[in-house]
């Protein structure tokens, strides 16, 4: 929704999404999230690696030098989050796999969309009711999501000026609004 908004506002701009918006990257995500056997932390935490440092280096590092807005679904992040908190790993071995990955290439603004657990999960289960594909990350503990929850809130509380928290608990036109209200002033400084 926020692409199609600036889109018609003539911004000339990327969608992309992480894990898998790269053709290795497709071939990274069925392997680590379309499977059914038990992925090893650390091979989870290189295999995202992997894909981000494709995805960094042949599709937003050119969008970005051809001075294009990129518009992200995920990035490093969700490492930070999901396989930093929800796995354990140390925070020092997350940042050093994300900065290999990414050559130190950080968004200007990161969005987190909050709700609560019990709603997030409602809504994954109504999401795997209407046919909608699920992977093997859809299905972790209450407690492995509060920790990504908890990563989230604090990414967002050492580093308030990129990282925005949007209340997600809303319906989908007024999440937009806010959205948007949040990155026009960014959009009209570049």
């Known amino acids: 929704m926020l692409a199609g908004t600036l889109r018609e506002r003539g911004v000339d701009l990327l969608t992309t999404f992480e894990p898998g918006d ?3 990257g497709r071939r990274l995500r069925d392997s680590f999230l379309e499977t059914e056997e038990t992925v090893a932390p650390m091979a989870e935490l290189l295999l995202f690696a992997a894909d981000r440092a494709q995805h ?3 599709m937003i590092r050119p969008a ?7 518009i992200s679904d995920r990035y490093a992040d969700a490492t930070f989050a999901y396989q930093g908190a929800g796995r354990g790993f140390d925070e020092e071995t997350v940042d050093q796999v994300i900065k290999l990955a990414t050559g130190g290439l950080k968004p200007d603004l990161t969005l987190f969309f909050d709700i609560s657990i019990s709603l997030a999960l409602s809504r994954m289960n109504a999401r795997g009711a209407s046919g909608e594909k699920s992977n093997r990350m859809d299905f972790e503990t209450v407690e492995f999501y509060e920790r990504v929850r908890d990563a989230y809130l604090g990414i967002a509380e050492r580093e ?4 925005q928290i949007v209340d997600a608990s809303g319906p989908v036109e007024e999440i937009h609004h806010r959205v948007v209200e949040i ?4 959009i009209e400084l570049q």
Do not use: I, M
Not at 64 to 69: E, G, K, P, S
Not at 160 to 163: D, G, H, L, N, Q
Not at 183 to 186: D, Q, Y
């Open 160 to 163: 308030p000026k990129r990282f």
């Open 183 to 186: 990155v026009t002033p960014l």
């Open 22 to 24: 790269t053709p290795l």
């Open 56 to 58: 960094v280096e042949f």
């Open 64 to 70: 970005l030098a051809a001075r294009r807005v990129v």
